[in-house]
Nanobody, 121 residues
Framework: QLQASGGGLVQPGGSLRLSCAAS????????IGWFRQAPGKEREWVSC????????NYADSVRGRFTISRDNAKNTVYLQMNSLKPEDTALYYC????????????????WGQGTQVTVSS
């Protein structure tokens, strides 16, 4: 099971760092993805980090502002979010997959409870 944490209320232009911790399995054996879901919208893929070589991928909406990273010693994946915008407001989740190319929620598992990010002045 994965557990996301680190959300909160932040002003536009601010930063947050989300953490995704695993229990019961080793994160770096899987590609870990971050997703978000705003009220009334579908869950959307945000970013993922490859199990094979640790390379990151980002949705166009967050590229250049968000950075995904992995700390194998802590069995944790992070999502550093900078220059936050009101449209980044959502419940953020992390999940795992064995596919290097998966981008849809249906191809991910081990979902935990999300962490709320609210960007507002």
């Amino acid at each position: 099971q994965l557990q996301a944490s680190g959300g909160g209320l932040v002003q536009p232009g601010g930063s947050l760092r989300l953490s995704c911790a695993a229990s019961g399995f080793t994160l770096h054996y899987y590609t870990i993805g971050w997703f978000r879901q705003a009220p009334g919208k579908e869950r959307e893929w945000v970013s993922c980090i490859s199990s094979r070589d640790g390379s990151p991928n980002y949705a166009d909406s967050v590229r250049g502002r968000f950075t995904i990273s992995r700390d194998n010693a802590k069995n944790t994946v992070y999502l550093q979010m900078n220059s936050l915008k009101p449209e980044d407001t959502a419940l953020y989740y992390c999940a795992a997959t064995t596919s290097e190319y998966a981008r849809t929620p249906a191809n991910f598992g081990s979902w935990g409870q999300g962490t709320q990010v609210t960007v507002s002045s």
